[in-house]
């Protein structure tokens, strides 16, 4: 066996090993969806060790640590982050098949240039060599972004964000990254949620006016929204979690957020009139600012819910659900239309299985307007690994242009999580080599090296308006 790191890492044929080589490997990468801290990237304070890179926000490392019955104080827990690297040192070498071990490879590679693979074994050394470099390179969140050659971040920040930091960094030429945010109102869509009041009026102060009404906290996310978009945003996020389009009338809207506003329980019928208008109003909002709408489909938040009131949300409890129908997306796109105030969209569906099915919606509702005004989104969460991309390739091309994709996406917590594009770009590679070897793409290469450059890199700056 070979013990080392491979630069043809998922690169199955000659074909795409060639196209990665020559076309893809040097673009520069833009990460239009991440949940990094502005904070951070403002302060661009020096890491201060491995253990803190890895482990500080990433859910991934810690679902797996929880699987091998690691205590939990060793990875969310009080102990210290050096504690915490020996931990998952020890099952690094047993993830075979897991992305993580493929990112902590090529994080290993693409930083610190270490080929060797992490282990109990070689853990202490590892560690002092990183810790090493660390402070000999000064590595803080910026070098990580530079050293990489990420062009432009996108974070995401609720409306009641003052977007302090981005304003900042903004103004500091210092700053070689371009750093954007998105609008993501998901505390103003979850009515049912018991922090729905409280929510309201954190807005109203935001936006400086009373809500006591739908129509007055839409009012409300309008001001926040052309905020943003004063800043530069062109681009929003929405989860949506589970919805089921339900038909209404705005006074069944209004009188499900009045019942919501005084924490009175809502029935299922309510929350999904409330949801389908939310979703709705929105879109036209975003269609009127030039906004690019994502949604986010087929969460199912918190289904530990013990643990989750333990350690918090959005540590690693989430998981999959396919409640959310194509027909109730396609109900909100229709309407939309019907309207003609469907922005550009981008659908991300959590499950595996709806994955042709949203690919096949998506290209129902493109006209004549733009390329791919409707479009599949980048495998996300559980799916951005290597098989997850390549399956949807393979399932999705069928059925949507994969030329026409705006390419990879972190949606990440982790500045050391850049090379996700790089393994999107192999597998991409690989894919279009295989069909070039298999004698199903003979056109000229001209076509595959605009195609490459296009999805990894061209389509996204085109598409934002970037």
Request: aromatic share 14%.
């Amino acid at each position: 066996m070979n013990h080392l790191f491979s630069e043809e890492l998922l690169l199955t044929n000659r074909t795409g090993s060639y196209f990665y080589h020559t076309y893809a490997k040097h673009l520069p990468i833009i990460d239009y969806h991440c949940h990094l801290v502005a904070r951070e990237i403002y302060e661009n304070e020096e890491f201060e060790d491995l253990g803190e890179m890895w482990l500080a926000h990433d859910h991934y490392k810690w679902r797996a640590m929880r699987t091998f019955g690691i205590d939990e104080f060793y990875i969310t827990g009080g102990a210290g982050y050096y504690e915490k690297y020996l931990k998952f040192a020890e099952i690094l070498p047993r993830l075979i098949g897991n992305p993580v071990y493929i990112w902590c490879a090529l994080e290993l590679k693409r930083y610190f240039d270490i080929e060797e693979p992490l282990g109990p074994d070689n853990a202490e050394e590892i560690y002092k060599k990183t810790k090493e470099l660390i402070k000999g390179r000064h590595m803080t969140p910026r070098w990580c972004m530079e050293r990489s050659k990420v062009e432009i971040v996108s974070t995401t920040e609720d409306p009641v964000d003052t977007l302090d930091y981005h304003i900042r960094m903004k103004r500091d030429p210092a700053i070689k990254t371009r750093i954007l945010t998105a609008f993501r109102p998901d505390q103003a869509f979850y009515c049912e949620w018991s922090s729905f009041s409280n929510y309201m009026g954190k807005l109203s102060q935001a936006a400086e006016q009373e809500i006591t009404s739908f129509s007055s906290m839409m009012s409300a996310l309008e001001q926040r929204l052309s905020f943003f978009a004063e800043f530069g945003t062109r681009v929003s996020d929405n989860g949506m979690a589970d919805i089921t389009w339900c038909d209404y009338t705005m006074e069944e809207v209004e009188a499900a957020f009045d019942k919501a506003l005084q924490q009175k329980e809502l029935s299922t019928k309510e929350i999904n009139q409330y949801q389908s208008a939310f979703v709705i109003e929105m879109a036209k909002l975003y269609k009127k600012y030039g906004f690019v709408m994502q949604l986010h489909i087929g969460t199912y938040l918190d289904a530990n819910q013990k643990k989750v009131k333990e350690i918090g949300q959005s540590t690693g409890f989430d998981c999959v659900d396919d409640t959310t129908s194509v027909r109730s997306v396609g109900a909100i796109l229709n309407r939309l239309t019907e309207m003609d105030e469907l922005p550009k969209t981008i659908l991300y569906p959590l499950h595996a299985s709806q994955v042709e099915s949203f690919a096949i919606l998506a290209a129902g509702f493109c006209d004549g307007t733009v390329k791919g005004k409707v479009q599949l989104g980048a495998p996300w969460w559980f799916n951005d690994q290597s098989y997850g991309i390549e399956r949807q390739f393979y399932a999705a091309g069928n059925l949507y242009p994969v030329s026409l994709s705006v390419g990879m996406l972190t949606d990440s917590r982790s500045f050391l999580s850049y090379p996700r594009h790089e393994l999107y770009r192999r597998v991409l590679c690989s894919y279009l080599g295989e069909l070039v070897e298999r004698g199903e793409y003979f056109s000229d290469e001209i076509y595959i090296k605009e195609m490459i450059e296009s999805i990894c890199y061209k389509n996204v700056r085109e598409y934002f308006g970037w």
